[in-house]
């Protein structure tokens, strides 16, 4: 009777220690799934989570692990080490979900490029984009894509980084995602620009400008004229050029110094010029007179 007891008391005490435990593990989850819902939209918040958990306890999981990677990231802490992302990396490589694996990848990727690993970044972003390969979340895809024609532009190969940006733009235009469709086709206006292909260059903005009028982004408006106008600078039509500029600031709610700063170049340019025409029509005049006399 007495061991009978006893048995009964301990599967009590270890009924109540597992439900204990099942109590704590739900409860971090919880939070953790709270900590990444705010994750794409206000990652101070996913990071504040974060932070009030156990660190000590938590930085072994790899989902506490990734989230926190990618929090830090996204609140523009710089990664010291790559430790944390790595525990994250263990366990994503190996598992069935490709979009998890995909975002850990992702994320590695951003780790890397920032302690300025740059083969490293490469590498685990085309990880990324395979983990996607068989996904309809185009709006991710897109997002991929489009980090990875900046870590290429980074490494100094404009081509790749333009079929990337291109790719990342066919993506976004299926997603019907504007502000994608948008940040892309500015992307792929600099690089044109780089490969100093200015018509193409100009095409692209005419279509951003027509896609961003028509959804009222003045922020983007003023980015494209921006743009437009630094691609009339680059072939010397300064008076073009300050027009567009002016059309940039017009939509520019902060009057940002750098668009300031380069009308200011372009009315010394506008003014130059006209100097060195007069003066020249004045010379021209000059030795046509002394040719009659």
């Known amino acids: 009777m007495k061991r009978q007891i006893q048995t009964i008391a301990y599967t009590i005490i270890i009924l109540v220690g597992i439900s204990c435990?099942?109590?704590?593990?739900?409860?971090?989850?919880?939070?953790?799934?709270?900590?990444d819902s705010y994750m794409a939209t206000k990652p101070e918040i996913s990071l504040q989570i974060l932070d009030s958990?156990?660190?000590?306890?938590?930085?072994k999981d790899h989902y506490f692990a990734l989230l926190y990677a990618q929090a830090k990231y996204r609140n523009y802490i710089k990664a010291e080490n790559d430790s944390l992302i790595n525990v994250a990396l263990n366990y994503y490589s190996k598992c069935e979900d490709q979009s998890m694996k995909s975002r850990a990848y992702l994320v590695a990727s951003q780790i890397y490029s920032e302690l300025g690993d740059l083969e490293a970044a490469l590498r685990y972003i085309h990880l990324s984009a395979q983990?996607?390969?068989?996904?309809?979340?185009?709006?991710?895809k897109s997002f991929i894509q489009y980090e990875w024609g900046w870590l290429l532009r980074d490494a100094?190969?404009?081509?790749?980084?333009?079929?990337?940006?291109?790719?990342?733009?066919?993506?976004?235009?299926?997603?019907?995602?504007?502000?994608?469709?948008?940040?892309?086709?500015?992307?792929?206006?600099?690089?044109?620009?780089?490969?100093?292909?200015?018509?193409?260059?100009?095409?692209?903005?005419?279509?951003?400008?027509?896609?961003a009028h028509s959804v009222k982004s003045n922020n983007d408006i003023s980015l494209l004229y921006g743009q437009k106008s630094l691609v009339f600078y680059y072939l010397e039509n300064y008076h073009e050029s300050l027009r567009y500029i002016n059309k940039a600031l017009a939509y520019n709610s902060s009057d940002s110094l750098s668009d300031f700063n380069f009308k200011g170049r372009l009315l010394v340019l506008t003014r130059l010029r006209r100097?060195?025409?007069?003066?020249?029509?004045?010379?021209?005049h000059t030795d046509e007179s002394k040719a009659i006399l």
């Open 156 to 211: 100094g190969n404009i081509d790749l980084s333009t079929e990337k940006f291109e790719i990342s733009l066919a993506y976004a235009e299926k997603a019907n995602d504007t502000i994608q469709m948008l940040s892309r086709m500015r992307e792929l206006c600099y690089n044109y620009l780089a490969k100093n292909n200015l018509e193409q260059s100009l095409s692209q903005i005419n279509k951003g400008l027509e896609l």
């Open 275 to 284: 100097i060195l025409y007069s003066t020249r029509t004045r010379y021209h």
């Open 21 to 35: 435990l099942r109590d704590e593990s739900t409860e971090l989850y919880d939070q953790l799934q709270l900590a």
């Open 53 to 59: 958990l156990n660190l000590t306890e938590c930085n």
């Open 131 to 140: 983990a996607m390969r068989q996904s309809t979340d185009n709006w991710t």
